[in-house]
C-alpha cells in the first residue's frame, strides 16, 4: 500500500469498523425494514429485508471460504444490475476477499486485461457474459453463473461455470477475521480512455465513508427510498445510493437499468423519495407524463437546479465526484439555492483547488484545472493498483489529486464544471471547452443530444466536429436542423469555436453512466 495508516495517537472515523460491521449493526437495528428491493422488468418485485439480506451475504460468505477464496483474493463481479450483485460484493468484502467491479460493456481483450492484472481468482457473471468471461479469462479457478440476465426470466440452464445458486452454504460458518478499516476492500477499472484503464483501490474505511459522508450530502434518512437504475458496478450507484442507503437504514430500489417507461410506476410502487439520477435520463422522463402524486423531495445529478428540469418539480442539486474521490468533492446545498447549472461548492471535507496551467489561481469568472486534496485510503482512493508510478503522478507536489477536470469558478464559490481537460480542442493555438459547443447546441429545437469532439486539422492542429441525435431521429429531423444549429453556434460561439462538420446519428457509443464514448467518436473520424 502507498497511503499510510493514521499515527499513533490518532484516532480515525472508522476506528475498529469495517463494512461487515455497518451491515451487521443494520441488521440488528433495522432488521425488519426493506433494504434492497428488486424490481425486474418482468414479474413482481421482491423485497430482502435487512436481516434477511445479512443471513444470505452469510451463507455466501460461507460458500466462498468452502471454494477457496481467501482474504486477500480477487473476484470478478461482471453483472448488471441484480441482487445477485450486491449479495456478491458483500460476501466478498466480508471474508476480506476484494470485490473487483467491471463495467458490463467491456470488450474481450478488456475482461482479459482486468483478470490477468488484479490476478483474480474467480468470478461471478451472469449467462449473456458466461461465454466472454471463460473464453478471456482463463486463469480463473471457477466462474458462477447466475440464473438470469437481470431483468429477464431466469435462464433455462448455464452452459458455462457453475450455479450461483450452489455457492451458498451454511451462514453459522460465515468467516470471522480481524478488523481493519484500512484493509482493501473493492476495485473498479476507470473508462481508460487516454491509457490502460486504472484499477481504483478502496478499503473498507473508503466505503464508509461513502457510505457516511454521501448520505450526509443527500441528507437521506431512515425513511428515504432510494431510486437506483445506474449501474451498481460504478461508484455513483453503489457508493451514492447503496452505501448511503445501508448507513441511514434506509431503503434502496433496484432496477435493472434505466428505463423512462417504467420509471415513474417504480417510483410511484415503492413511494420513492430520492434518486441519483444524469441528464441522460431527465431528458428522456420529459416526454413521459409527470405524475402530481410521486413522493420525490431531491434529486442529485451533473448540476443544481436546470431549468429545462424544473417540470419535475423536485429540488435537483448538483454535485461532482470521481470513482477516486468516493464521494461528492463539489456539491450543491439542499436547504439553499444554488446558482442554476452550477455544480455546488466544494464539500467540507475536502480542500479544493482551481489553477491555472502555471499553479496560479484562478480568478473569479475564470476557467482553470481541478485540484482536491483529502486522505488517502479514507477520503481519497488508496491508490491504483499495481501502479505505483500512476499513483504518483496523480498528485501534485502540495498533495493534491490532479482530476483532469476543468471548472469554472463563479461568484460565492459556486463552481461550474467546465470539461475533462482530454476534451479540451486546441484550435489554432485557441483552447476550446467541447462543453461549451455542446451547451450551445442541446437547446436548438429539435436536438436531443450532442457530443462534441476534436479532429485533426493541417492547418489548425484540431477543429470541433459535431455529432447530433436529433429529436426525432435521424430520418424524419427537420430539414432545417443542420442551418439552425449552425446559426446557434454563429450567434453564440468565437467563429474559431464553430463546428466544421455535422453529423447526424440515431444513437452514439456509451460508456459508463451512459456517457458519450468519444474516443469512439474520435475513431470514427478516422475511418
Not at 84 to 105: D, S
Not at 209 to 238: C, M, R, S
Not at 291 to 312: C, I, M, N, Q, Y
Not at 387 to 398: G, L, V, W
Request: aromatic share 10%.
Amino acid at each position: 500500500m502507498s497511503f499510510s495508516q493514521p499515527a499513533p495517537g490518532i484516532v480515525g472515523p472508522f476506528a475498529g469498523l469495517d463494512v461487515p460491521w455497518l451491515l451487521r449493526m443494520r441488521a440488528e437495528s433495522r432488521r425488519n425494514h426493506p433494504f434492497l428491493i428488486w424490481a425486474p422488468f418482468e414479474g413482481p418485485a421482491q423485497r430482502w429485508s435487512y436481516g434477511e439480506f445479512h443471513e444470505r451475504v452469510g451463507a455466501l460468505s460461507a460458500g466462498l471460504v468452502k471454494r477457496g477464496v481467501k482474504p486477500g483474493d480477487y473476484v470478478l463481479i461482471h453483472l448488471d444490475n441484480c441482487i445477485e450483485a450486491m449479495l456478491a460484493w458483500f460476501a466478498c468484502v466480508e471474508l476480506g476477499a476484494i470485490a473487483v467491479t467491471t463495467n458490463t460493456r467491456s470488450a474481450a481483450a478488456e475482461m482479459e486485461y482486468f483478470a490477468g492484472h488484479c490476478g483474480a481468482v474467480a468470478a461471478i457473471t451472469q449467462p449473456a457474459y458466461a461465454e466472454l468471461i471463460s473464453a478471456n479469462c482463463r486463469d480463473l479457478r471457477w466462474i458462477a453463473v447466475i440464473s438470469h440476465d437481470a431483468g429477464s426470466a431466469p435462464a433455462q440452464s448455464v452452459s458455462r461455470g457453475d450455479r450461483f445458486e450452489q455457492l451458498f452454504a451454511d451462514g453459522a460458518d460465515r468467516p470471522r477475521r480481524a478488523t481493519d478499516p484500512f484493509a482493501p476492500c473493492s476495485v473498479q477499472y476507470t473508462s481508460g480512455t487516454t491509457s490502460r484503464p486504472k484499477a481504483v483501490l478502496w478499503t473498507h474505511a473508503n466505503a464508509l465513508w461513502g457510505a457516511k459522508i454521501n448520505a450526509v450530502h443527500e441528507d437521506l434518512h431512515a425513511g428515504d427510498v432510494h431510486q437506483t437504475y445506474l449501474p451498481l458496478f460504478h461508484t455513483n450507484a453503489l457508493a451514492y445510493s447503496m452505501l448511503a442507503a445501508l448507513w441511514v437504514g434506509a431503503s434502496c430500489v433496484i432496477q435493472p437499468r434505466f428505463s423512462a417507461s417504467r420509471f415513474w410506476s417504480v417510483a410511484l410502487e415503492h413511494n420513492c423519495t430520492w434518486t441519483s439520477t444524469i441528464p441522460f435520463c431527465m431528458k428522456a422522463l420529459l416526454e413521459h407524463e409527470i405524475p402530481k402524486s410521486h413522493k420525490f423531495r431531491l434529486w442529485g445529478t451533473a448540476v443544481s437546479e436546470p431549468p429545462p428540469f424544473a417540470a419535475f418539480g423536485v429540488k435537483i442539486i448538483g454535485w461532482w465526484g470521481m470513482t477516486e474521490t468516493i464521494t461528492h468533492g463539489i456539491v450543491g446545498e439542499v436547504d439553499q439555492p444554488n446558482t442554476p447549472m452550477s455544480v455546488g461548492r466544494a464539500a467540507p471535507e475536502y480542500q479544493i483547488r482551481i489553477v491555472e496551467d502555471d499553479g496560479g489561481p484562478t480568478e473569479v469568472g475564470g476557467t482553470g484545472n481541478l485540484l482536491i486534496k483529502g486522505i488517502p485510503g479514507l477520503s481519497l482512493f488508496a491508490e491504483y493498483l499495481h501502479n505505483e508510478k500512476a499513483t504518483r503522478e496523480s498528485f501534485d507536489e502540495h498533495g493534491y489529486f490532479i482530476t483532469g477536470d476543468r471548472v469554472t469558478l463563479l461568484e460565492n464559490g459556486f463552481i461550474k464544471f467546465g470539461d475533462r481537460t482530454k476534451d479540451m480542442l486546441k484550435v489554432g493555438g485557441e483552447n476550446v471547452a467541447a462543453s461549451e459547443i455542446e451547451q450551445v447546441i442541446a437547446v436548438v429545437p429539435g436536438v436531443r443530444e450532442a457530443a462534441v469532439v476534436a479532429k485533426k486539422h493541417p492547418m489548425l492542429d484540431e477543429v470541433p466536429v459535431v455529432f447530433i441525435i436529433p429529436q426525432a431521429g435521424v430520418k424524419d429531423a427537420p430539414p432545417d436542423l443542420h442551418d439552425a444549429v449552425m446559426a446557434a453556434c454563429r450567434n453564440s460561439l468565437a467563429d474559431f469555436k464553430v463546428p466544421r462538420e455535422i453529423h447526424f446519428v440515431d444513437d452514439m457509443p456509451r460508456s459508463t453512466l451512459e456517457k458519450v464514448a468519444k474516443a469512439e467518436l474520435r475513431k470514427m473520424l478516422e475511418g
